[in-house]
């Protein structure tokens, strides 16, 4: 099912994961996946943009699972995936705000597995490379970029969003019943 909501806006997510609660029962599974990567000069960045891209990047994660953990709980365990970038590895140059944010992922992970773990709930993240989205396509791509991505990448392909999404239904499922605490980096080699 699809519930429409901003998750800048805090209470419009908590709302609908309230109808999503409603509809399907106890939430056992959570991912963070949502994100924006718009770049911005030192010179351009506010103190309005600056919050923004952290609302958009970061601070919906945290009360996204603080919205469904004590389902988890009352399920015996769950799992939350977030959603990060091995571009705060990589320090891509005019995504200062969003490097920022997405490093921030990591460190939300570490302590929502610390304080998550006594109700065997596992919280982990995956942080993928350079992904070829249709708005990444749409936007940066072009034959020089592309060349640069296979100088680095080990793995000399384009990654796509199904590659991303093994990896994090690998972490969401009951087949990674041991691991938490973890950030996996799925960037081709990349890093």
């Known amino acids: ?35 924006h990567d718009q770049r911005a000069t030192i010179d351009e960045i506010t103190p309005e943009f600056w919050d923004s891209r952290q609302a958009v990047n970061l601070k919906h994660q945290f009360f996204c699972a ?20 091995f571009a705060y590895i990589a320090g891509v140059e005019g995504l200062t705000p969003y490097l920022a944010a997405k490093s921030g992922v990591i460190g939300l992970t570490r302590g929502l597995a610390r304080e ?9 993240c995956v942080l993928p490379g350079w992904i070829m989205t ?3 396509l749409d936007l940066w791509v072009t034959p020089e970029v592309e060349q640069a991505i296979f100088t680095r ?39």
């Open 1 to 35: 099912m699809f519930e429409k909501a901003d998750l800048t806006d805090i209470d419009a997510t908590r709302a609908a994961i309230e109808v999503i609660r409603a509809k399907l029962g106890p939430i056992a599974m959570l991912v963070n996946n949502a994100a």
């Open 66 to 85: 603080q919205a469904v953990y004590k389902d988890m709980a009352e399920l015996g365990g769950g799992s939350i995936v977030n959603v990060g970038s």
């Open 116 to 124: 998550l773990g006594p109700h065997n709930i596992r919280v982990n």
């Open 134 to 136: 249709q708005r990444q």
């Open 153 to 191: 990448q080990c793995l000399k392909r384009k990654i796509y969003p199904a590659d991303i999404a093994r990896v994090i239904m690998f972490f969401a499922s009951d087949e990674s019943g041991a691991c938490t605490n973890q950030s996996y980096v799925a960037d081709g080699g990349w890093t």
